[in-house]
């Protein structure tokens, strides 16, 4: 019990409390390890036993011990010390050295890797940077960064680090201002002179994959673009899209996870997620490519337009106008002139070279299956754009061999 003179009187009786019911407000980290440190040097045996041997020491050297003052300002000094010590501690907990979240996107300029761990070097799916492409960024590992996280949405797992050496971070979309993530300003660069009407041949190597449908279908009766067809339809008379993939063959599944990746070469393809397109492009890309019954646009983007562009959009967007120069072209005519009849390679190489250009032919290979034409493959070099003239990319394409010899031009029916 103890008695008060306060309000209540000074003979009242007062209960104890107990010190774990009395409310503990919330210090700082740092106050919060300072007050460790002081009940640390009033309860600790060490800090006990330090008082003890002092005055023995002391007495064993033939020495006064020390005034009960003289301890008091020692043991003061400790605690002060050991104080100071621990909250430079505290300062290694500072947020200064926790991750930092960020607003804005990452412009990838390289194909770096995109780790799961930066630390660790785990990198699921060995995925890689798209340069050009933007990322939503989501914070940095600290204030100095060396990493930034992004979202790779084709990704698994999706939140990916990356080296802040391999972009650059947009964070204020509404002017477009881009911040570079090295401070040090860089050296202006020599520009190349300008050169009048730029030739695609600086550009990326393509294989543009023109099918013709009947042939096609001949051999694949149970697809369904092929139980539907009819003499009526687009592919009856006109070159459809295969595809349009990236050179070397073996530039593909960019960005693409494992489980796409496997889903894909199982032929599991209405299962892969879809490509994002436009209505329009949906609508035109439906016609000329009859595969889209089968989910082939799924197929052909995880696999090549993964590897060509930052969108599908794009993708199939450009691929479809190279499509349609060739359908407004005399090599369409050649082939609807000849239906049910047999053409050499030459004479279709030769309406290349009448169409687009001397030497444009030897950039086309006919592909043949059980004497029937099946497709053209038609090799291409450029900066490919919806507008990008045919007749330059195939004059930068590499030659290639006529294929088969001659085939059949088939009609719709089985």
């Known amino acids: 019990m103890c008695s008060s003179a306060g309000p209540f009187g000074r003979n009242a009786r007062l209960e104890p409390i107990l010190s774990s019911q009395l ?65 430079a501690l505290s300062a290694l907990f500072s947020p200064l050295h926790a991750s930092q979240r960020l607003d ?18 785990t990198n699921p799916g060995d995925v890689t940077l798209v340069p050009e492409r933007a990322y939503t960024i989501l914070e940095k590992n600290k204030s100095n960064a060396t990493h930034y996280r992004i979202r790779i949405r084709e990704a698994s797992p999706q939140e990916r680090w990356v080296a802040v050496s391999c972009g650059t971070l947009l964070v204020d979309c509404r002017s477009s ?30 294989l543009l994959a023109l099918s013709w449908q009947p042939g096609f279908c001949q051999g694949h009766q149970d697809k369904p673009e092929c139980e539907s067809q009819t003499g009526e339809r687009f592919d009856a008379t006109n070159f459809t899209l ?15 996870s494992n489980r796409d990746k496997r889903l894909d070469e199982r ?27 089968s989910c082939l646009e799924h197929h052909e983007w995880i696999k090549h337009g993964t590897c060509y562009r930052e969108s599908a959009e794009s993708y199939f967007g450009e691929a479809v106008a190279l499509l349609d120069q060739v359908n407004d072209s005399p090599v369409r005519r050649l082939f609807a002139d000849h239906i049910g009849e047999t053409l050499r390679a030459d004479q279709i190489r030769d309406a290349f070279d009448h169409a687009f250009g001397p030497g444009s032919g030897r950039k086309v290979e006919v592909s ?28 930068a394409g590499a030659d290639t061999g006529p294929g088969c010899g001659s085939g059949k031009v088939d009609a719709v029916g089985f």
Request: net charge neutral; charged share 15%.
């Open 368 to 395: 043949c299956s059980g004497g029937l034409i099946t497709e053209l493959r038609i090799n291409l070099r450029g900066d490919i754009q919806p507008d990008t003239p045919l007749s330059g990319l195939l004059a």
């Open 242 to 256: 295969h595809g349009l993939w990236p050179q070397p063959r073996s530039n593909d599944y960019c960005n693409v």
């Open 177 to 206: 201002k881009a911040i570079p993530v090295e401070p040090v300003t860089p050296e202006p660069q020599p520009q190349p002179p300008p050169t009048p009407q730029p030739q695609p041949a600086a550009g990326f190597a393509y």
């Open 23 to 87: 409310p503990r407000p919330k210090l700082p980290v740092n106050l919060q390890i300072l007050a460790v440190g002081s009940a640390w040097s009033k309860a600790s045996p060490v800090a006990s036993t330090m008082q003890g041997v002092s005055g023995w020491g002391l007495k064993s050297l033939g020495l006064r011990s020390a005034t009960p003052l003289e301890e008091t300002n020692r043991m003061s000094m400790f605690r002060a010390f050991l104080g100071l010590t621990l909250l």
């Open 267 to 293: 032929h599991g393809w209405c299962q892969l997620p879809a490509p994002m397109l436009s209505e329009q492009t949906l609508e035109d890309l439906t016609v000329a490519m009859p595969g889209v019954a």
């Open 104 to 121: 804005g996107y990452f412009i990838a300029s390289d194909a770096c890797p995109a780790f799961q761990s930066f630390r660790k070097g």
